[in-house]
């Protein structure tokens, strides 16, 4: 019963290729979230999305996008893959009604690799 | 969101309560105090939050300063399965849009036997 889930695990591809992670959440969340872990470590949030609005950490290249199907899912796309974009990606969801305590339930990662 | 401060690494012995202090102070009134920690290959996963006043759940206990301007997340037992990276993050739940968090470095715990 993974509460939230990607897919895939691992992936390793090409510069200049076109590539898709999926994320899928079964908590009945309204918000989710896509964050990237660089080799360094560092986490930072890429995108907030719920079925109001997207909102866009603003270094994030236009070459990244994300697309809901339906509230359960965010799926992250990315064109034209760079060296750079290697890194781990996680994908959130949360609950932002008014009473709620705004925690977030991450999924296990897609580690990314671009050769 | 106003930005923390916490130490690079602590070692905690196991079976020890381990205290992981978190400095914010900058924190605006409206700002909650989040903790979150990441297990080496996994997800952050939240740990507890709070405003002003002092909370304890099954995984830790959080005690804030009275002036806010710090906290400190306390591991009453700590087992190895504990040795992660600790986030102490501060967010205004009212006025963040999209509740994104903003990860700073973190705390590497390290739970020796």
């Known amino acids: 019963d993974t509460a939230v889930s990607q897919t895939p695990k691992y992936l390793v591809t090409q510069m200049g290729n076109d590539k898709s992670i999926k994320c899928e959440q079964n908590?009945?969340?309204?918000?989710m979230y896509w964050y990237k872990q660089d080799s360094k470590k560092f986490l930072k949030i890429m995108f907030s999305?719920?079925?109001?609005?997207?909102?866009i950490n603003e270094t994030v290249p236009n070459r990244f996008s994300p697309k809901s199907p339906d509230k359960a899912h965010l799926n992250l796309h990315i064109n034209s893959l760079e060296l750079g974009d290697s890194a781990v990606y996680f994908c959130?969801?949360?609950?932002?009604?008014?009473?709620?305590?705004?925690?977030?339930?991450f999924g296990p990662g897609t580690r990314l690799t671009v050769l | 969101d106003a930005k923390t401060t916490q130490p690079t690494s602590m070692d905690c012995a196991e079976g020890r309560a381990a205290n992981l202090p978190c400095n914010h102070s900058t924190i605006s009134g409206n700002e909650y105090v989040y903790w979150y920690r990441q297990i080496h290959s996994q997800g952050p996963q939240y740990i507890i939050h709070g405003l002003k006043n002092n909370e304890t759940n099954e995984m830790a206990s959080l005690i804030i300063t009275e002036d806010r301007k710090s906290s400190t997340l306390i591991l009453p037992h700590a087992t190895l399965r504990d040795t992660a990276v600790y986030y102490c993050i501060v967010r205004d739940n009212n006025n963040n849009a999209g509740n994104m968090l903003t990860f700073g470095g973190g705390t590497r715990l390290m739970v020796k036997p």
């Open positions: 908590l009945g969340h309204d918000t």
């Open positions: 959130a969801s949360t609950y932002s009604g008014r009473f709620s305590y705004n925690e977030q339930f």
């Open positions: 999305y719920n079925n109001k609005e997207l909102i």
